[in-house]
């Protein structure tokens, strides 16, 4: 689609409205988490334990494999998402029923052969509903933000025959008492992780609950994440959380911290270890490289300093015009970086890596300060490199290459160019 069909789309327009109101709510609740903290030390810890943990991913990665296995928890590595699908379509049988969580790894890998031979069923709210609106997410931390009350009721009446009240309660409350009796007869239960830590936690935070339920209820808990996950500590875990709630959602903390370190167990009968006392018998972790080594093989590795909190998106102009349109799959700056990388250059280039202002903007509002105008400009020496720059910089270069200017015509003194060009 062109960017003036996207711009001028329902879609987009939609999501703008959507977007304005929770900007401003996100804005107050954040500033008000923030006066309770010492920002600037959170900064500076979020910055240690990440820059260490990507220099030393190799040992943090093999420590972390090495405990958690000690603890029951059987780890898989897959070097691209093909190779995680595959560990994917072994692990679950066909025809069983799928619960899911958010989770922006699973969305890149792309579960589509699953969704062929069993049913999957979201279960964060906002994913639910973008779900049954046959739509996709347009922000990693609130993915229904442009769906609006009065379509979600139209499309729960046609799908499921429901009518509900136009309010934010009713459709709360339906969505719970919908999944609810999914989540309880599910017997696969599949999320993404926000940390791991090398001593051996897997820790997934949330707001709703749905999460406990999925890695709670079901008899098998499968988790997919990248390496990038990866810090020493569940110290350093739960600072990466407080920053993830404080940033991504406004609240100073997330309401549930889940912790995962082995299956669920018990003792209780003669000091006999069983597993899969109340929670699950197994448990799954399948760890995904998927270009990240590649990026920090590349001198790129600030890329993957990101912990996905979204907060840099709320302040990009590009992203507040065309949303999910800057990216794909992971958006603003940061995600065109990412992408490269996972999807390729000329995905990066399609989606938007030459849209970027080079404000500066998504930088200062980081909490780890990612350098996230110079990574683009990194990736745009790549993308040109591989013949790919936009239709403006071919121009820009063959007129300074015939005329000595990027006018392209011999300017007079002054006299202003027809076309201005700015890099
Ligand atoms: S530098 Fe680029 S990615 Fe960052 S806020 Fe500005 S336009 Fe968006
Ligand atoms: S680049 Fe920074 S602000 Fe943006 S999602 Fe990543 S950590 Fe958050």
New binding site residues.
């Given amino acids: 689609m062109e960017l003036k069909e996207i711009l001028e789309s329902e879609r987009i327009r939609e999501a703008k409205k959507g977007f304005n109101l929770a900007f401003q709510t996100y804005l107050t609740n954040r500033q008000k988490a923030l006066e309770e903290i010492d920002e600037e030390a959170l900064k500076k810890d979020l910055r240690r334990i990440k820059e260490y943990s990507i220099k030393n991913l190799s040992a943090l990665k093999a420590k972390a494999i090495e405990n958690l296995k000690k603890q029951g928890v059987q780890v898989f590595e897959a070097k691209d998402s093909k190779e995680a699908k595959e560990i994917l379509l072994k692990l679950i049988p066909e025809g069983e029923t799928i619960v899911k969580s958010k989770s922006n790894v699973i969305n890149e890998i792309g579960i589509e052969d699953l969704e062929k031979r069993n049913e999957i069923i979201e279960t964060d709210c906002g994913d639910f509903l973008v779900q049954i609106c046959k739509e996709s997410s347009v922000h990693p931390v609130t993915p229904a933000l442009h769906l609006t009350v009065d379509r979600i009721v139209r499309v729960v009446e046609k799908k499921f025959g429901v009518k509900l009240e136009e309010r934010p309660e009713e459709i709360v409350k339906w969505v719970r008492s919908y999944l609810r009796e999914k989540i309880s007869k599910a017997k696969i239960g599949l999320t993404g992780a926000n940390v791991i830590s090398a001593d051996g936690g897997i820790f997934i935070i949330e707001n709703e609950g749905n999460i406990s339920l999925v890695s709670r209820l079901p008899e098998k808990h499968i988790i997919v994440a990248s390496i990038d996950k990866i810090v020493p500590s569940m110290q350093d875990a739960i600072t990466i959380c407080k920053a993830l709630a404080i940033y991504g959602t406004g609240v100073s903390l997330p309401t549930y911290i889940n912790v995962i370190s082995s299956p669920s167990k018990t003792a209780d009968i003669q000091k006999q270890i069983v597993y899969g006392a109340h929670g699950p018998k197994e448990v799954y972790l399948i760890l995904l490289d998927n270009g990240r080594s590649k990026i920090i093989e590349e001198g790129l590795e600030e890329i993957l300093y990101c912990i996905n909190c979204g907060a840099?998106l709320y302040?990009?102009?590009?992203?507040r015009q065309i949303f999910d349109n800057?990216g794909y799959k992971y958006f603003?700056?940061?995600g065109?970086s990412l992408i490269s990388f996972i999807f390729g250059i000329e995905k990066a280039f399609e989606r938007g890596l030459f849209?970027?202002?080079?404000?500066?903007?998504?930088?200062e509002?980081c909490p780890l300060s990612i350098d996230?105008?110079s990574l683009?400009r990194k990736v745009r020496e790549i993308a040109v490199k591989s013949n790919l720059t936009t239709k403006t910089n071919f121009e820009m270069i063959e007129n300074l290459e015939s005329v000595g200017n990027p006018f392209g015509e011999t300017i007079k003194e002054k006299e202003i160019p027809d076309k201005l060009y700015c890099c």
């Fill in positions: 840099c302040f990009c102009p590009v992203y800057y603003g700056g940061r065109v849209y970027c202002t080079t404000c500066s903007a998504c930088k509002q996230i105008p683009i």
